[in-house]
């Protein structure tokens, strides 16, 4: 029940966009994003919940079709400061339970 | 406020050996969470608590133990350290959205 996450790895210039998605196998109660620099501990981005409310980031933005089962991650004029490994974790259920998280989408930004 | 604290950073053990990863986050959250993170794997839950009290396995439980006798601490203890349990370990806080809260990580290497 492990989402997956595509494309596994991308690279852009500054100011160019990217989506990075996330689906799974099973119907969501929600979708976690978070982004993990190397050698550090992965940062929160943003909650879709079902029924559309989102919690996150102010430059970042996401989707969560739930009819699909599934998420994007929209990245848009790239920063240097972007770069890094992307994960999404799955909530089956309300009442936080643990999230399953994907194997990550590996983003590099070039100058 | 410290967020979530993990110690030590870095430790080799030897095979057979046992150690206890300590995490401690003055968040006042009542979840936490023990992750394994191996290259390209992504997270992988160990355990996990509710609360003071109350632990439960999560996918990856085998070869560890937890506890947790306060809100404020969840510390992690490998028996009899293997090879495959070479990897770094998170542990992790969350609210009752399921915002997680990562601690800066222990780099775990077993010889």
């Known amino acids: 029940q492990q989402p997956v996450q595509s494309p596994q790895a991308v690279i852009l210039r500054e100011g160019e966009d990217a989506v990075i998605n996330c689906s799974s196998s099973?119907?969501?109660?929600?979708v976690h994003w978070y982004r993990q620099k190397h050698g550090e501990a992965p940062v929160f981005l943003m909650i879709l919940l079902k029924g559309g409310e989102q919690k996150g980031h102010e430059k970042i933005s996401a989707s969560f079709n739930e009819k699909k089962q599934q998420s994007s991650l929209y990245l848009t004029a790239s920063q240097l400061s972007y770069s890094g490994t992307y994960f999404c974790?799955?909530?089956?259920?309300?009442?936080?339970?643990?999230?399953?998280f994907g194997k990550g989408t590996r983003l590099s930004v070039i100058a | 406020n410290a967020g979530v604290t993990q110690t030590p950073k870095f430790r080799i053990l030897k095979i057979g050996q046992s150690m206890t990863l300590q995490c401690t986050q003055d968040m006042n959250h009542n979840y936490m969470y023990w992750y394994r993170q191996d290259p390209g794997m992504g997270l992988k839950l160990i355990y996990y608590s509710v609360g003071a009290g109350i632990t439960d396995k999560g996918e990856v439980p085998n070869g560890y133990n937890v506890s947790r006798s306060t809100t404020e601490d969840f510390p992690l203890r490998l028996e009899l350290a293997a090879p495959s349990q070479t990897s770094v370990y998170f542990c992790a806080t969350g609210t009752d959205l399921n915002e997680q809260f990562f601690g800066p990580g222990t780099r775990l290497t077993v010889l």
């Open positions: 974790g799955t909530d089956l259920q309300s009442g936080n339970t643990p999230l399953v």
């Open positions: 099973k119907a969501l109660y929600s």
